[in-house]
């Protein structure tokens, strides 16, 4: 049975993160990883988060089945967090939600329903991606394409080239967008672009797949939202993938939804039915921990106070390694001007750095990188800071 099976390929990130550990030098960093760190270098657990489950343990609540598209109160949560909480599409009842298995499940089960609603649709995500978005639709049976993003000449975003290829790509295609804090080059879409990016969707019929795994880690929890109420209220119908798992911290715990816009409530319902079967045939239904801990947070007003404090926290944190990497690299004499990594936003920054300097970053000073050049701004701390910056000073 089992002969004919080929070794698959290894992820490139968990073989950095198993190098990393065999290394025993004592000042090793590693900025190849996916979560965010505190000061302390450690993954926190929130405060509101403990407060949440020291009630529901306290609770002792039975563990019966969840409903297929999870807990009710949770599924409302994540619309207003999403929508804005007077959103028009949620008092119309037009946006189904329901409760997914991180971000990554909420893709699956979006792109498995995409599938059998356009079985000959192409999936064009941006060029470079977070590594999972091509792997997913092209094992829900898609054609995954490029759309031209990053722009290493200015460490932006090549906006003519990406409106040209979502141009040209064939009508009614899926396109899958980073709504905030690009993974993995820290480089967003600024508002007028969003504008532009929507018009050629909506001239060429594309279904919109908004990705947002950063919520509130770029400028804040509206900010961070704006692209995803620009298409809420543009009138087009779209996909909304969304994890908890940065945001709360709960990586392991699996919280996320996936949303749904259509245009009428007596529409929503038919694609609810239809999300279900989908649900139903892959997991049955979720499990009760992550959703109720983010759902009481989310509806007890001094929860939600103490998160938003707490996430404000890990953003601040973030902006402030950016800009303490940027200052002491010019210090440095770095034969870079890296200003352009303060203006990413998010986890994670495309440092330019090459292949061989990362790979010299790990050999000489056992700084772990991705090949790519992505280095995870949430594991710097004031005590990685200096030897991180001076080793990229040297390779440079
Ligand atoms: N989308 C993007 C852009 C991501 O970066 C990630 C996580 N790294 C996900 C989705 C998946 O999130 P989750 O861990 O909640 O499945």
């Avoid at 899958?176 to 993995?184: G, Q, T």
Wanted: glycine share 8%; charged share 20%; with cysteine.
């Amino acid at each position: 049975l089992f002969s004919a099976v080929e070794m698959a390929p290894r992820d490139p990130i968990l073989g950095l993160n198993e190098a990393f550990n065999a290394d025993t030098r004592p000042t090793k960093v590693n900025l190849g990883v996916g979560v965010y760190y505190n000061e302390e270098g450690r993954i926190p657990l929130l405060r509101a988060v403990a407060e949440a489950e020291k009630a529901r343990l306290a609770a002792h609540a039975p563990r019966g089945y969840l409903p297929i598209e999870g807990i009710s109160a949770y599924d409302q949560a994540v619309q207003k967090l999403l929508f804005g909480a007077d959103a028009a599409l949620i008092a119309e009842g037009r946006v189904v939600t329901t409760q997914a298995l991180g971000g990554t499940g909420a893709l699956k089960i979006g792109a498995d329903f995409l599938k059998r609603l356009l079985p000959d649709a192409v999936v064009a995500i941006s060029d470079p991606s977070w590594e999972n978005h091509r792997a997913l639709f092209e094992s829900a049976g898609f054609p995954v394409q490029n759309y031209r993003y990053y722009d290493p000449f200015s460490n932006g975003v090549n906006r003519g080239g990406m409106l040209e290829d979502l141009r040209s790509l064939p009508s009614r295609s899926i396109v899958v967008l980073h709504a905030c804090c690009h993974n993995p080059t820290g480089v967003d879409l600024k508002l007028e672009d969003w504008k532009a990016v929507l018009e050629v969707l909506r001239e060429r019929e594309h279904v919109p797949f908004l990705d947002i795994a950063y919520q509130g880690f770029g400028d804040g929890i509206e900010q961070d939202a704006e692209a995803v109420r620009l298409f809420a209220e543009s009138g087009l119908q779209f996909f909304v993938s969304s994890s908890f798992s940065k945001s709360f911290s709960l990586y392991g715990e699996r919280v996320g939804a996936l949303s749904i816009v259509t245009n009428s409530q007596e529409e929503a319902s038919r694609v609810l039915s239809q999300v279900k079967r989908v649900i139903r045939t892959n997991y049955s239904n979720p499990p009760t921990h992550g959703a109720t801990v983010v759902a009481a947070v989310l509806n007890s007003p001094e929860l939600r106070a103490l998160w938003e404090e707490e996430l404000g926290e890990m953003r601040d944190r973030i902006r402030s390694m950016r800009l303490a990497m940027v200052e002491q690299l010019a210090a440095l004499g770095a034969k870079r001007d890296f200003g352009f990594v303060a203006e990413q936003r998010g986890m994670f920054s495309y440092s330019g750095l090459t292949v061989e300097q990362v790979e010299r970053l790990k050999t000489e000073f056992g700084i772990y990188a991705v090949g790519t050049g992505r280095i995870c701004v949430a594991a710097l701390n004031s005590r990685n800071l200096s030897a991180v910056t001076s080793a990229i000073a040297r390779v440079l």
